[in-house]
């Protein structure tokens, strides 16, 4: 790859992606959650420069408010994942 490929481009032509987008990569089915009936979907949390799709979802914009919920959520995936 060349070095001006950006980090999605360089996914999309990595196995990871093949399998995940061929369904060879086993990943489990959605299930619910502990104390929750709702099914909950497996997913990669990737940053903006990645497509969102059914299994790669990208945190709040950081233009959202300090103390919000969703900044929260944020916040607390990238000290947890990073």
């Not at 490929?5 to 990871?16: L, N, R």
């Not at 987008?21 to 420069?49: C, F, H, I, M, R």
């Amino acid at each position: 790859m060349q070095g001006r490929t950006c980090d999605g481009g360089v996914f999309q032509h990595s196995a990871i992606y093949n399998a995940l987008t061929s369904g060879e990569l086993n990943v489990s089915k959605p299930g619910a959650l502990q104390g929750n009936d709702t099914p909950v979907l497996y997913v990669l949390l990737a940053d903006d420069a990645f497509p969102v799709n059914s299994y790669l979802i990208q945190p709040y914009a950081r233009k959202v408010p300090k103390g919000s919920p969703q900044r929260v959520i944020t916040d607390y995936h990238e000290h947890v994942v990073w």
